[in-house]
């Protein structure tokens, strides 16, 4: 065949194109090979070797390098639709880039034949093939996405429980406060984030405006945290805590600032911490008149229970020692920033019922897990549920400190003041990825649900979701607590979510399972010395898990293809047999879901009118490794606040063990996520029947993209989030949290976004609702703060929205 060569004037733009291609293709070649010598997918090798025949006939100017590029992106196109279908985010790392690259060769310098007589007759000869191709794939992708956009929002097989089309019938109930406050963290004291409030409809929340927005500022020496809180609402006045030790107390009509009370350090030096939320209490003696018969209870960063006047942010002198109370107490030696309190306090029966957080994954021998009670009106110490000493509520003598690296509960706190029974969340006894120096009591209530009499401390019941946690599978949600029609009577239930995507509905009373619960074999295999590994695991197996699919080769992703083959390449050197999959040293081990979950402290809100759950959760993998303590060694990983060179972010410590970890988010080499969109989900749950209503991904790619610059398109992909949502009895479901920063209504009947609005910062809280004293107005609130570990902007704002007075 006779070779039909550029312009001289013309060959440097060429050969730079065909340079370009052969690099890429070259990349794509040893990448695909590697891929292939794990087992993969050959389509990168074979590609490879196509764009780089391609790059090197159009570097001597044979138009047979069009032909063999034309060729290549059918092939491509017809592999990708049969691995993924019409799934649009699926065809966008492997159409798009090829696609791109490709329309270089309609430019007139790399595709223009030198004899003028005979450019159009041979430039249709070569680029009907190609522009065949071209078309093939848009039509693909405007195919794909159009078939998807019709589609209803998606269920994934996962949803074992099935899945029903209609919205149960709405049966009003008591759940929420009349009144139209806010009393609790989660609502009520069962967490169910319910208000009967009905102003807002999804008929009338397009109107909905910011009626206020409050600072709550400044940040000591300018170092923003994250401001992830919950106010509470009670008469005329919110209640906020911030990340910088400050309570703030606001106008619940304008947000003007009422008090502040402030527990910084006098030279703002300290790091910003997490305070989600305070509590309130008033006196039980109805005649009880002066300061403090209404209060504020909330946890400084210094581990002091503080009690405030509610009306003038005042200390309560009767309370403690001059209104605080040290938590430090019986904890023996503690390193700075290695016991703190981030959720709000949970007050039953006159005590103040309180966990607490330690730091992850440094020391074994970090401080104890013990569950603590104290009086809400004296401030005393009452009792306390240290699980290595059974039978014992006291404190420990002097000299003596509770037992160490026990289970620890620093999520939110549920309670039942009828039954008398505080329901708390257990995490794991440090570290999370090491269990073979774990004591019998500490697995008897690792990553459990633990019932407590509020009274003494007892112990009522347990329910274990993990046995033999290494996957950092902790409880960070609220237990939520409904009364649940079910086979013809009403049962007090209490609803688990869980980071490993698990649902667990027990009866609140005994800890027994009202949706079957199985024990299923789980995977087995090579583990660290002297580890040991559970042959099985509880399963939700009559509610819906939002732990999403098995994940495969196939599922990785990328902006390119390069990225996209790196991702690949990353899954087959990974063990992954799915959920359980243990961590060794050996080879990275593929967790999914990861420790954001599932769900974590936002938690579930329950409708319970409807008795509609729902739930915000993600399907984002972490990609772990053990590391010997040799190689950590080598590697220089030290612990948090003793070397001063330590970064947690590189690998977790858990010295005193044979053993540390590198926990990482499943990224790629531009930062993006590994397995494909969607990421982040919202979810509506009938809990009559155990069946999904509705099912949709949550957030756009508007304020991410790769690297972290903001792709700025307003595209539905699914996001990660951290945060949850409100449910109102108006039929409206409130909620921020993915890494977009928009805060959203949602129709609970079908799912459908019918109002938003953009945010300064991050919206990783919680939103709340009430109604003012002043204009009987429904306000909708949110903080919109940021949060550090997800890198939204971070800033200082809670913005208060409501319809406008008088129609305006």
Same mark, same amino acid.
């Given at each position: 065949?006779?070779?039909?060569? !550029?312009?001289?004037?013309?060959?440097?733009?060429?050969?730079?194109?065909?340079?370009?291609?052969?690099?890429?293709?070259?990349?794509?070649?040893?990448?695909?090979?590697?891929?292939?010598?794990?087992?993969?997918?050959?389509?990168?090798?074979?590609?490879?070797?196509?764009?780089?025949?391609?790059?090197?006939?159009?570097?001597?100017?044979?138009?047979?390098?069009?032909?063999?590029?034309?060729?290549?992106?059918?092939?491509?196109?017809?592999?990708?639709?049969?691995?993924?279908?019409?799934?649009?985010?699926?065809?966008?790392?492997?159409?798009?880039?090829?696609?791109?690259?490709?329309?270089? !060769?309609?430019?007139?310098?790399?595709?223009?034949?030198?004899?003028?007589?005979?450019?159009?007759?041979?430039?249709?000869?070569?680029? /009907?093939?190609?522009?065949?191709?071209?078309?093939?794939?848009?039509?693909?992708?405007?195919?794909?996405?159009?078939?998807?956009?019709?589609?209803?929002?998606?269920?994934?097989?996962?949803?074992?429980?099935?899945?029903?089309?209609?919205?149960?019938?709405?049966?009003?109930?008591?759940?929420?406060?009349?009144?139209?406050?806010?009393?609790?963290?989660?609502? %009520?004291?069962?967490?169910?984030?319910?208000?009967?409030?009905?102003?807002?409809?999804?008929?009338?929340?397009?109107?909905?405006? *910011?009626?206020?927005?409050?600072?709550?500022?400044?940040?000591?020496?300018?170092?923003?945290?994250?401001?992830?809180?919950?106010?509470?609402?009670?008469?005329?006045?919110?209640?906020?805590?911030?990340?910088?030790?400050?309570?703030?107390? @606001? %106008?619940?009509?304008?947000?003007?600032?009422?008090?502040?009370?402030?527990?910084?350090?006098?030279?703002?030096?300290?790091?910003?911490?997490?305070?989600?939320?305070?509590?309130?209490?008033?006196?039980?003696?109805?005649?009880?008149?002066?300061?403090?018969?209404?209060?504020?209870?909330?946890?400084?960063?210094?581990?002091?229970?503080?009690?405030?006047?509610?009306?003038?942010?005042?200390?309560?002198?009767?309370?403690?020692?001059?209104?605080?109370? /040290? &938590?430090?107490?019986?904890?023996?030696?503690?390193?700075?920033?290695?016991?703190?309190?981030?959720?709000?306090?949970?007050?039953?029966?006159?005590?103040?019922?309180?966990?607490?957080?330690?730091?992850?994954?440094?020391?074994?021998?970090?401080?104890?897990?013990?569950?603590?009670?104290?009086?809400?009106?004296?401030?005393?110490?009452?009792?306390?549920?240290?699980?290595?000493?059974?039978?014992? $509520?006291?404190?420990?003598?002097?000299?003596?400190?509770?037992?160490?690296?026990?289970?620890?509960?620093?999520?939110?706190?549920?309670?039942?003041?009828?039954?008398?029974?505080?329901?708390?969340?257990?995490?794991?006894?440090?570290?999370?990825?090491?269990?073979?120096?774990?004591?019998?009591?500490?697995?008897?209530?690792?990553?459990?649900?633990?019932? @407590?009499?509020?009274?003494?401390?007892?112990?009522?019941?347990?329910?274990?979701?993990? $046995?033999?946690?290494?996957?950092?599978?902790?409880?960070? /949600?609220?237990?939520? &607590?409904?009364?649940?029609?079910?086979?013809?009577?009403?049962?007090?239930?209490?609803?688990?979510?869980?980071?490993?995507?698990?649902?667990?509905?027990?009866?609140?009373?005994?800890?027994?399972?009202?949706?079957?619960?199985?024990?299923?074999?789980?995977?087995?295999?090579?583990?660290?010395?002297?580890?040991?590994?559970?042959?099985?695991?509880?399963?939700?197996?009559?509610?819906?898990?939002?732990?999403?699919?098995?994940?495969?080769?196939?599922?990785?992703?990328?902006?390119?293809?390069?990225?996209?083959?790196?991702?690949?390449?990353?899954?087959?050197?990974?063990?992954?047999?799915?959920?359980?999959?243990?961590?060794?040293?050996?080879?990275?081990?593929?967790?999914?879901?990861?420790?954001?979950?599932?769900?974590?402290?936002?938690?579930?809100?329950?409708?319970?009118?409807?008795?509609?759950?729902? *739930?915000?959760?993600?399907?984002?993998?972490?990609?772990?490794? @053990?590391?010997?303590?040799?190689?950590?060694?080598?590697?220089?990983?030290?612990?948090?606040?003793?070397?001063?060179?330590?970064?947690?972010?590189?690998?977790?410590?858990?010295?005193?063990?044979?053993?540390?970890?590198?926990?990482?988010?499943?990224?790629?080499?531009?930062?993006?996520?590994?397995?494909?969109?969607?990421?982040?989900?919202?979810?509506?749950?009938?809990?009559?029947?155990?069946?999904?209503?509705?099912?949709?991904?949550?957030?756009?790619?508007?304020? /991410?993209?790769?690297?972290?610059?903001?792709?700025?398109?307003?595209?539905?992909?699914?996001?990660?989030?951290?945060?949850?949502? *409100?449910?109102?009895?108006?039929? @409206?479901?409130?909620?921020?949290?993915?890494?977009?920063?928009?805060?959203?209504?949602?129709?609970?009947?079908?799912?459908?976004?019918?109002?938003?609005?953009?945010?300064?910062?991050?919206?990783?809280?919680?939103?709340?609702?009430?109604?003012?004293?002043?204009?009987?107005?429904?306000?909708?609130?949110?903080?919109?703060?940021?949060?550090?570990?997800?890198?939204?902007?971070?800033?200082?704002?809670?913005?208060?929205?409501?319809?406008?007075?008088?129609?305006?």
């Amino acid at each position: 065949m006779m070779q039909q060569h !550029l312009t001289p004037g013309s060959a440097w733009i060429r050969r730079a194109y065909a340079a370009l291609l052969i690099a890429i293709g070259v990349f794509l070649a040893g990448g695909g090979g590697w891929l292939v010598g794990l087992g993969g997918s050959p389509y990168y090798l074979l590609t490879g070797l196509a764009v780089i025949a391609s790059g090197m006939l159009l570097w001597r100017g044979d138009r047979r390098g069009v032909w063999v590029y034309a060729a290549m992106l059918i092939a491509t196109i017809g592999w990708s639709l049969w691995e993924v279908g019409f799934n649009p985010w699926g065809l966008v790392p492997r159409l798009v880039a090829p696609t791109v690259l490709g329309l270089g !060769l309609l430019v007139p310098a790399i595709g223009r034949l030198p004899s003028r007589a005979n450019t159009a007759a041979l430039r249709r000869r070569w680029a /009907s093939p190609k522009l065949v191709a071209l078309g093939g794939l848009v039509a693909a992708i405007v195919l794909g996405s159009g078939l998807h956009a019709l589609k209803p929002p998606v269920i994934d097989p996962i949803f074992q429980a099935g899945t029903q089309e209609r919205l149960p019938q709405a049966i009003p109930a008591s759940a929420g406060d009349a009144s139209g406050d806010w009393l609790h963290w989660g609502g %009520d004291q069962g967490g169910s984030r319910f208000s009967p409030l009905d102003q807002l409809t999804p008929d009338t929340v397009s109107g909905l405006k *910011v009626a206020w927005t409050a600072d709550l500022g400044p940040a000591p020496g300018g170092k923003m945290g994250s401001l992830e809180v919950t106010p509470l609402k009670i008469g005329d006045t919110l209640y906020v805590c911030t990340p910088y030790d400050t309570v703030i107390a @606001l %106008d619940a009509e304008t947000g003007q600032r009422r008090w502040t009370h402030s527990e910084q350090a006098a030279d703002g030096a300290a790091s910003p911490g997490v305070c989600r939320g305070v509590a309130y209490y008033r006196l039980p003696d109805p005649a009880a008149t002066g300061a403090c018969v209404e209060r504020i209870l909330w946890v400084s960063r210094k581990a002091n229970l503080l009690a405030l006047d509610a009306r003038t942010g005042a200390l309560c002198p009767g309370f403690g020692d001059d209104g605080r109370t /040290s &938590l430090m107490t019986g904890l023996g030696e503690v390193k700075p920033g290695y016991y703190y309190v981030s959720s709000a306090p949970q007050i039953v029966r006159g005590k103040i019922v309180l966990g607490g957080a330690v730091m992850d994954g440094q020391y074994w021998g970090e401080p104890s897990g013990v569950i603590r009670g104290y009086d809400a009106v004296t401030g005393r110490f009452s009792w306390a549920y240290d699980v290595g000493r059974p039978g014992e $509520h006291g404190e420990p003598e002097p000299g003596e400190h509770y037992t160490l690296s026990t289970p620890n509960s620093w999520a939110p706190i549920s309670a039942d003041e009828q039954l008398g029974m505080v329901y708390l969340p257990m995490g794991n006894a440090v570290p999370d990825y090491y269990g073979a120096q774990r004591r019998p009591f500490d697995e008897d209530i690792t990553s459990s649900v633990l019932a @407590l009499d509020a009274q003494t401390g007892e112990r009522r019941w347990r329910f274990r979701t993990v $046995h033999h946690d290494l996957w950092d599978y902790d409880l960070g /949600s609220q237990p939520t &607590l409904i009364d649940l029609p079910l086979n013809g009577q009403v049962v007090p239930v209490l609803i688990q979510p869980t980071k490993r995507g698990d649902v667990f509905v027990l009866d609140r009373r005994t800890g027994q399972p009202v949706r079957e619960v199985r024990e299923l074999p789980v995977p087995q295999g090579p583990i660290a010395p002297g580890e040991r590994l559970s042959p099985t695991q509880p399963f939700s197996v009559a509610m819906p898990s939002f732990r999403g699919p098995l994940i495969t080769e196939a599922d990785m992703w990328g902006v390119t293809p390069l990225d996209q083959m790196m991702c690949r390449i990353k899954f087959k050197q990974a063990r992954y047999e799915g959920l359980f999959t243990p961590p060794q040293i050996e080879r990275p081990n593929l967790v999914s879901p990861g420790y954001l979950g599932g769900s974590d402290w936002g938690s579930v809100s329950v409708d319970t009118d409807r008795m509609v759950m729902i *739930v915000n959760s993600n399907r984002m993998p972490n990609y772990d490794q @053990l590391i010997t303590r040799a190689e950590a060694n080598q590697r220089g990983v030290g612990i948090v606040g003793v070397d001063p060179h330590a970064n947690p972010a590189l690998a977790q410590a858990m010295l005193n063990t044979p053993v540390a970890a590198d926990i990482q988010p499943f990224l790629g080499v531009l930062k993006t996520p590994c397995n494909a969109p969607p990421w982040g989900l919202i979810t509506a749950v009938d809990l009559r029947s155990g069946k999904v209503i509705w099912n949709r991904p949550l957030g756009t790619a508007r304020d /991410s993209g790769p690297m972290g610059i903001a792709s700025q398109l307003p595209i539905t992909m699914g996001l990660p989030n951290v945060g949850g949502s *409100v449910v109102t009895r108006g039929g @409206l479901v409130f909620i921020a949290a993915v890494q977009e920063r928009t805060f959203r209504a949602i129709d609970i009947r079908n799912g459908q976004e019918v109002w938003s609005a953009r945010l300064p910062a991050g919206g990783q809280a919680n939103p709340m609702t009430y109604r003012s004293n002043a204009s009987g107005r429904q306000f909708v609130v949110l903080a919109s703060g940021g949060h550090v570990p997800m890198g939204t902007k971070l800033g200082t704002s809670l913005i208060a929205y409501a319809l406008p007075e008088n129609g305006e």
